[in-house]
């Protein structure tokens, strides 16, 4: 429906799912592999697209690491997240909690503080520019050890009031949030929030990980949690958010087509989804391409889709005064 489409593109939004890495456009990562002069397999940016072929995690990771390694200079992580957030602030996004993966560069040997200053730098930039409200969330990546996120921990300590929370990404099946118990305890025992990533390709039993060994505040993608309805239950009472990404789900082959993706049944059991874009280089759409295509797919109605919105919001880690504010905006635009 035309009507909806406009509705949805206007709508003031927040986008708490987005990996930065993971908005690296073809474009932009063939610039930067010419500017530093990093060779890539790919000839062309048509050729880059034509290589994103994966259908599962893995594959799309694998990918996804290649892409990164073209990132070097403070500039290059500043231009990646301007380019995101004139994008997110041209969809009306209003607020955005971005995910980075730290250690994606810092095993590669550019320094912590090259990744924080150009990601903090186009934050405040951006803000000032776009009207936008952001906060950073630094992900340990679950395929790597215990003891790599500790020390990726402690060299994030000289920018702890950069960041808000720390999360759990990569591999999901094998690596479950228990493997991180310990440093997810001393970010929290820092004034840390924390999320994780759980229930995307891993089982059941990772939701429950998360919320009670990493005692998460969301849960990133959450779907697998529907084979479960206990743990549906406890996440319906608890209000406990779900982060999800329709766009990726369907290209991770987490759902097998979007007409059968479970956005609806969630919100039917009192569940607090909200929708984002993952990664939305690798994945075909930001987060109103999300919201469009789970409109068209499911025959969301207004109703449904102003309550995922609204979510998005309410599940955000800004202030009370911030998330008033939000709100305040949000319904004075569904009043127009
Ligand atoms: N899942 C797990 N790890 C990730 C993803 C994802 O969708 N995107 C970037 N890192
Ligand atoms: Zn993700």
Redesign the pocket.
Same mark, same amino acid.
């Given at each position: 429906m035309a009507d909806l489409d406009a509705f949805i593109a206007r709508l003031p939004k927040a986008e708490l799912h987005i990996?930065i890495?993971?908005s690296l456009e073809p474009e932009m990562m063939l610039a930067l592999a010419r500017r530093n002069g990093v060779t890539l397999p790919y000839a062309s940016v048509e050729a880059a697209r034509e290589a994103y072929r994966f259908t599962q995690?893995q594959d799309?990771?694998d990918l996804?690491y290649r892409g990164m390694s073209v990132l070097i200079e403070e500039q290059d992580f500043y231009d990646l997240t301007m380019a995101y957030l004139q994008r997110a602030a041209a969809q009306n996004v209003r607020h955005c909690e971005i995910?980075f993966?730290p250690q994606g560069h810092t095993e590669r040997g550019v320094a912590f503080e090259t990744v924080i200053d150009g990601l903090w730098r186009a934050l405040r930039d951006g803000e000032r520019i776009f009207g936008i409200t952001t906060a950073l969330i630094l992900?340990f990546l679950?395929h790597l050890d215990e003891a790599s996120a500790e020390r990726t921990l402690d060299e994030a300590m000289p920018w702890r009031d950069r960041f808000i929370a720390v999360g759990l #990404?990569?591999?999901?099946k094998g690596h479950p949030p228990a493997k991180f118990q310990r440093v997810f305890a001393r970010a929290r025992s820092l004034g840390l929030l924390a999320v994780a990533?759980a229930g995307?390709?891993g089982p059941p039993e990772y939701v429950r990980e998360a919320l009670d060994l990493l005692q998460v505040q969301r849960i990133?993608?959450g779907n697998r949690a529907l084979e479960d309805p206990a743990l549906v239950a406890r996440l319906a009472t608890e209000r406990m958010p779900l982060t999800v990404?329709p766009l990726?789900n369907h290209r991770?082959r987490v759902v097998p087509d979007l007409k059968a993706h479970p956005l609806r049944r969630m919100l039917q059991a009192g569940l607090m989804a909200t929708v984002n874009s993952? #990664?939305p280089a690798?994945f075909g759409g930001y987060v109103t391409e999300n919201f469009l295509a789970m409109q068209q797919a499911l025959d969301l109605t207004r109703e449904e889709i102003v309550t995922i919105a609204r979510n998005g919001f309410l599940s955000a880690f800004c202030d009370e005064a911030t998330r008033q504010r939000h709100l305040l905006a949000f319904d004075a635009f569904l009043k127009e």
């Open positions: 990996h890495e993971g995690l799309f990771l996804y995910f993966d992900c679950r #990404d990569s591999s999901e990533h995307e390709e990133d993608h990404c990726s991770l993952d #990664d690798y």
